[in-house]
Nanobody, 116 residues
Framework: VQLVESGGGLVQAGGSLTLSCATS????????MAWYRQAPGNQRELVAG????????NYIDSVKGRFTISRDDAKSALYLQMNSLKPEDTAVYFC??????????WGQGTQVTVSS
């Protein structure tokens, strides 16, 4: 099982980034998936989720209207388009399942740093 996040970087406030999560060894299409983030000193939090098949998405209030989660089941990949980035979005971003009482082993995540 591998979850490999990429696409992070340093961006100015107001900028955009697109994160990708490549997965292997999991039944990707059978799982609701989510993006999580963890800022220094904070607990990991769910940022955006998407159901099996991608029909329903949900977001925490602070990113609604700015972030878009999507999935490509043919590629077993998850994406997060992030627009209008704010310094408070600075964190390490991870992908994993949601709506389960377990998680796959966490990947290393991808660092997003937003400068003011």
């Amino acid at each position: 099982v591998q979850l490999v996040e990429s696409g992070g970087g340093l961006v100015q406030a107001g900028g955009s980034l697109t994160l990708s999560c490549a997965t292997s060894g999991i039944n990707f299409h059978l799982n609701a998936m989510a993006w999580y983030r963890q800022a220094p000193g904070n607990q990991r939090e769910l940022v955006a989720g998407i159901t099996r098949g991608g029909g329903i998405t949900n977001y925490i209030d602070s990113v609604k209207g700015r972030f878009t989660i999507s999935r490509d089941d043919a590629k077993s990949a998850l994406y997060l388009q992030m627009n209008s980035l704010k310094p408070e979005d600075t964190a390490v971003y991870f992908c994993n399942v949601r709506d389960r009482d377990w998680f796959y082993t966490w990947g290393q995540g991808t660092q997003v740093t937003v400068s003011s």
